[in-house]
């Protein structure tokens, strides 16, 4: 059983489409987080939910919309695609809840890999 | 802000040898730190974490870390490099954000094992 799961695991596409990942785990978290790893391998922070309700938005473009339809959900939607969007981009989950103390742990999924041409 | 520093984009070791990343952490309170490592397009496994406690932590694989303070350091150790340890290494720390917590990431150190 894979703990946190991600769709598709290889995106091509073109310039100016739109596309989206999923995301489910099966641990009963109440967290979920979108990184993105750039060329570099450098891992920064999209978006987080807890419980459904978005607890973290950093400075990412409205083209990225992320959707948590219930707590072991976390979709990412990217409008208008640009060639740097083109990374990796990881769904993790972490069973902190808000007003915890700092995260014990965070689960990664095995990647999404969107190429932009 | 807190943060992680990895020294070293790029640390090779022959086979057997002792493998040594570092890390160096920024915080004005009492850190969360993690060490994860990412094989080959695979997602991040957590090699183990200091919370609270004991500052020599055990992790899988054979790998520890011993947290040091008055070093704000948090350096992973392995006695004796295998093959298989050939990936990319991860620090990280939690940090406050907008009312909740984050992983941040340092910029990672690729371990090469020579055989």
């Known amino acids: 059983d894979t703990a946190v799961s991600q769709t598709p695991k290889y995106l091509v596409t073109q310039m100016g489409n739109d596309k989206s990942i999923k995301c489910e785990q099966n641990?009963?978290?109440?967290?979920m987080y979108w990184y993105k790893q750039d060329s570099k391998k450098f891992l920064k922070i999209m978006f987080s939910?807890?419980?459904?309700?978005?607890?973290i938005n950093e400075t990412v473009p409205n083209r990225f919309s992320p959707k948590s339809p219930d707590k072991a959900h976390l979709n990412l939607h990217i409008n208008s695609l640009e060639l740097g969007d083109s990374a990796v981009y990881f769904c993790?989950?972490?069973?902190?809840?808000?007003?915890?103390?700092?995260?014990?742990?965070?689960?990664f999924g095995e990647g999404s890999r969107l190429t932009v041409l | 802000a807190q943060s992680v520093t990895q020294l070293g984009s790029h640390v090779s070791v022959s086979e057997g040898a002792l493998v040594l990343l570092r890390c160096n952490y920024s915080?004005?309170?009492?850190?969360?730190l993690f060490w994860y490592v990412q094989y080959p397009n695979q997602g991040l496994q957590l090699l183990l974490k200091?919370?609270?406690?004991?500052?020599l932590v055990k992790g899988i694989n054979g790998f520890e870390a011993e947290f040091k303070k008055s070093e704000t350091s948090f350096h992973l150790t392995k006695p004796s490099a295998h093959l298989s340890d050939a990936a990319e290494y991860f620090c990280?720390?939690?940090?406050?954000?907008?009312?909740?917590?984050?992983?941040?990431f340092g910029q990672g150190t690729r371990l090469t094992i020579n055989p």
């Open positions: 641990l009963g978290h109440d967290t």
């Open positions: 200091y919370t609270t406690g004991a500052t």
């Open positions: 990280a720390v939690s940090v406050p954000s907008q009312g909740a917590q984050k992983l941040v």
């Open positions: 939910y807890n419980n459904k309700e978005l607890i």
């Open positions: 993790a989950s972490s069973p902190y809840k808000v007003n915890d103390p700092p995260i014990r742990e965070l689960f």
């Open positions: 915080s004005s309170v009492p850190p969360y």
